[in-house]
């Protein structure tokens, strides 16, 4: 089961909506990790926007609920901009609201991501067989090694690009990591530490999704470990 909301629109079309929040991250006095800004609302929207183009929805709005104040708000946005022109995607409209008649202690923000996707194309129940492939993508990080290891993150644009790929299913892997994530993928299947084997730590918080589970047929493996290169890492079913 994919994190999105999915409403019915027509006959033909549904509505899915992905969001994501950050608290405690930003230039406040109490955060826990200090950042900029336009980092921290980059990394929220990524989450929101990997998750919704997972679900095969086309993106067509933003939303930004702000706490950090109104003198947050430029940065914010220039993060989220960031982010759309990094999937070529600078035209989507980007609205929201910020609370300035209280000052948190903290910084906090939510960003949602509205997509359409066709009926026929979105799938919510997918199968584990004999010929079923899983790798991960990039590595799981959470905190200051999402900015000190940014280069093991996997790229926005990667994503984008196997999530268009055929035959080839996406899920980004959040807070709870790679195996709790896994388990919320196929519809037949349940996997334990014992049944499964990879590089990566599998139970390790994958923080603002810096990898995402790759799903292919065992033929599409070349395809894709050639597109995602040293982010790809081969998930062993035993």
């Given amino acids: 089961m994919r994190d999105v909301l999915v409403i019915p629109f027509s006959p033909e079309e549904?509505?899915?909506?992905?969001?994501?929040?950050?608290g405690g991250i930003g230039l406040k006095k109490d955060d826990v990790v200090a950042v900029p800004y336009e980092i921290v609302s980059y990394y929220a929207f990524r989450v929101a926007m990997m998750e919704c183009i997972a679900a095969s929805a086309i993106p067509f709005s933003i939303t930004l609920q702000n706490f950090c104040g109104d003198e947050a708000w430029a940065a914010l946005t220039a993060g989220i901009e960031k982010g759309l022109i990094e999937l070529g995607m600078a035209h989507i409209p980007l609205t929201g609201s910020t609370e300035s008649n209280f000052t948190?202690?903290?910084?906090?923000?939510?960003?949602?991501?509205?997509?359409?996707?066709?009926?026929?194309?979105?799938?919510?129940?997918?199968?584990?067989?004999?010929q079923t492939e899983i790798a991960i993508i990039g590595q799981p990080l959470v905190g200051n090694e999402v900015i000190e290891q940014e280069?093991?993150?996997?790229?926005?644009?990667?994503?984008?690009?196997?999530?268009?790929?055929?035959?080839?299913?996406?899920?980004?892997?959040?807070?709870?990591?790679?195996l709790a994530e896994l388990n919320m993928l196929f519809s037949n299947r349940t996997f334990?530490?014992?049944s499964i084997s990879c590089e990566l730590d599998l139970l390790r918080s994958s923080g603002p999704a810096t990898c995402f589970i790759a799903v292919f047929p065992s033929y599409r493996r070349g395809e894709i470990e050639k597109a995602a290169g040293g982010y790809f890492h081969k998930l062993f079913v035993k």
């Fill in 14 to 22: 549904s509505i899915v909506i992905a969001s994501d929040n950050s």
């Fill in 104 to 130: 948190l202690k903290q910084s906090a923000v939510g960003i949602s991501v509205m997509g359409r996707v066709k009926n026929n194309q979105y799938d919510d129940e997918l199968l584990c067989t004999d």
């Fill in 192 to 194: 334990t530490e014992a």
């Fill in 151 to 178: 280069e093991a993150v996997a790229p926005l644009s990667l994503c984008k690009r196997i999530c268009e790929m055929p035959e080839v299913n996406v899920l980004p892997v959040g807070s709870k990591g790679i």
